[in-house]
């Protein structure tokens, strides 16, 4: 089954495709021909991500899912939140986002944070939602290499290494994003009768 996943970030994607495995072919919105940088007016993730689902569907008319996540520190009142991505300036940039993110909790005993992310998927013209989340801590520097984003500072609650330290493999068992997407995966399965499971 042919998916459009309306992004552009390569580290999803694959990230996605690790999750999904060979029953879906996705294409990205480079691979529909969309060269327009989606807005993301909203101001809760739920509606971010499915802004961005129905944009796809009524420009290009193809079946598709959009994503959003954002992180959310207690101490900081849910910040970044549904501005993670933008949280140091519009050039969208880790590690300024992480510098500024430690920097705004170093008065702070309270570490706890959660990653949550809201997949809209369209399908024959109509939306559902899924959701993901995974509670965790945030360090007070960076450690790993691996993933993207917050992920060199965010321990999840029960393990001693940050995202960014876990392979994908490991991630892929628990992050946000993940549980997300096995809710996405289980309906495309119970609901479409050309999808094995």
């Given at each position: ?14 990230e ?15 691979d ?7 807005p ?19 420009n ?14 207690s ?24 510098a ?12 706890s944070a ?17 959701e ?21 500072v ?19 068992q628990?992050s946000?994003r993940?549980?997300a997407?096995?809710?996405?995966v ?12």
């Amino acid at each position: 089954m042919k998916l459009c996943f309306a992004t552009n970030n390569l580290n999803k994607l694959t990230e996605i495709q690790a999750l999904l495995g060979d029953q879906f072919e996705l294409v990205t919105l480079a691979d529909i021909g969309c060269e327009t940088d989606i807005p993301e007016p909203y101001d809760t993730i739920s509606e971010n991500s499915y802004g961005k689902a129905a944009y796809v569907h009524k420009n290009f008319r193809i079946d598709c899912f959009a994503d959003d996540t954002g992180l959310e520190v207690s101490a900081l009142n849910g910040e970044p939140g549904v501005m993670s991505a933008r949280y140091a300036g519009p050039q969208r940039d880790s590690e300024d986002n992480i510098a500024l993110l430690l920097q705004k909790l170093s008065a702070f005993t309270d570490r706890s944070a959660r990653f949550v992310t809201v997949i809209t998927l369209v399908l024959d013209g109509t939306f559902h939602q899924f959701e993901g989340i995974v509670q965790g801590n945030i360090i007070s520097a960076k450690r790993g290499t691996n993933g993207f984003g917050y992920d060199p500072v965010f321990v999840p609650d029960g393990y001693e290494k940050t995202f960014a330290e876990m392979t994908l493999e490991e991630k892929s068992q628990l992050s946000h994003r993940a549980r997300a997407f096995t809710k996405l995966v289980k309906f495309l399965q119970t609901n479409r009768v050309d999808i094995q499971p």
